[in-house]
């Protein structure tokens, strides 16, 4: 039986395709959970924060840096995260990282603070940050070229699951166990989830003549990305696309439903996983949209303003009936999912030697936007006094105007970028 991360080479040299269904699936089914937790983790503050903050007597500004920090700590490793992926190999870094993984979640279950919870995020943040890299070198590595874009698929629509987990069954298990039994066992998944990498997966030998990369090898890389004409104007682009997301269904949608609406942890959960859901049937989606508009920037000027003036309607209004809640939501999750097509114009736009860095930057661009919108949202909310342990309607609205006006900026930026297609 092939050994799936041992490919075989044929007469001339090159990797025949893996032959064992079985471990093949195993195998890819163990890397896509592993990236399935790093989402779960990073999503998983928003159902929980009203309940954090009536546990820990947590701010505004508390939620808002122990939220953004996993973004923030994430974007500040992926250049070193490459040299050590290059240097190490995907399934040494993975083990490494995990045993990060399993000790912050646990700590983040013990935390009896806001400083504790803040160390416990930081390090969620280091250790998942080589969940969705890791897994596309080594796929790159041990698998012919045309099962690349297949792996790489059903990597990323597992790890998807993980957004899902985080809304409506994290509030089930957070109600049945409380949310530190919950994380405690989300640190043991890990662990079974290491403990199968290990078995399953082996090294792949990195190409004859590979010249291994040190850090500042990596930044020089970057900065020759950033001089590309194009590529400042996508970085912002990353910087917005996903940051709406990750400020609603992230973070602080669940408070403001809370807050505005008076719903529950359980009504929190089954509202967020709404936009949750369609962001994932959405992102399949906007993934073809290039196809059918024969370009990058039309259909990623849609998905933009659709979310900028979502948010502008909610920034308006303030709160919604009930059955136009449900479908702000809905639609908001769906629109805000053209990501996959900022980043297809982004590999489009960039020469074949420099892609590596230029989707590292663009994927820098893409979790520092979530950082920034979380952080600044918090800090915005807390200029404005609790009621009861409320924070008032005025004060989200305040916050999804900010981030219109953000999304406002990326569009602004990004309509001068050319369309290769076009």
């Given amino acids: 039986m092939t050994d799936p991360s041992s490919p075989p080479t044929d007469p001339a040299g ?78 040494r870094v993975m083990l490494a990282f995990a045993g990060l993984v399993i000790g912050s979640t646990l700590l983040f279950a013990a935390a009896a603070n806001a400083g504790e919870l803040l160390v416990a995020r930081a390090l969620m943040g280091i250790g998942t940050a080589c969940y969705l890299m890791a897994p596309l070198a080594y796929y790159a590595r041990a698998f012919p070229p045309e099962r690349f874009a297949t792996l790489a698929g059903l990597q990323l629509g597992v790890g998807t699951l993980g957004s899902l987990f985080a809304t409506a069954p994290l509030a089930l298990a957070t109600a049945a166990v409380g949310w530190r039994t919950t994380f405690a066992a989300t640190a043991g998944l890990m662990g079974v989830i290491a403990l199968l990498v290990a078995v399953l997966m082996r090294e792949p030998k990195a190409a004859p003549g590979t010249r291994r990369e040190t850090v500042a090898d990596g930044l020089r890389g970057v900065l020759a990305v950033w001089r590309l004409p194009d590529a400042p104007r996508l970085f912002v682009m990353n910087l917005t696309a996903y940051s709406s997301f990750a400020l609603v269904v992230g973070l602080w949608g669940g408070p403001y439903l ?134 008032p309607l005025d004060a989200y609205r305040a916050v999804f105007l900010a981030q219109f006006v953000f999304c406002l900026i990326g569009v602004l930026a990004y309509v001068k970028v050319r369309d290769p297609l076009r």
């Fill in 14 to 91: 090159g990797r025949r395709p893996v032959r064992s269904t079985t471990l093949v699936v195993a195998l890819v089914a163990t890397l896509g959970a592993g990236y399935l937790v790093s989402q779960f983790l990073r999503n998983g503050i928003a159902v929980l924060a009203p309940t954090l903050t009536a546990d820990l007597g947590l701010s505004a500004k508390d939620l808002a840096l122990v939220s953004s920090v996993f973004f923030f700590v994430f974007v500040a490793v992926q250049i070193p995260l490459g040299v050590a992926i290059d240097r190490f190999g995907p399934k």
């Fill in 258 to 391: 809370t807050d505005a609406y008076g719903h529950d942890l359980t009504a929190r959960g089954a509202l967020l996983f709404v936009p949750a859901l369609t962001q994932a049937a959405g992102m399949i989606v906007w993934g073809a949209a290039d196809r059918v508009f024969g370009g990058y920037k039309v259909p990623t000027l849609i998905g933009a303003l659709a979310t900028a003036l979502l948010l502008l309607l909610l920034a308006i209004v303030g709160t919604l009936p009930a059955p136009a809640l449900w479908a702000w939501l809905a639609a908001f999750g769906f629109c805000s999912a053209f990501l996959p097509v900022v980043i297809a114009h982004g590999r489009a736009c960039f020469p074949d030697r420099l892609v590596g860095r230029g989707m590292t930057l663009m994927n820098m661009g893409t979790m520092g936007g979530g950082f920034l919108s979380q952080l600044l949202g918090g800090l915005l909310i807390h200029q404005f006094a609790p009621v009861a342990g409320r924070y």
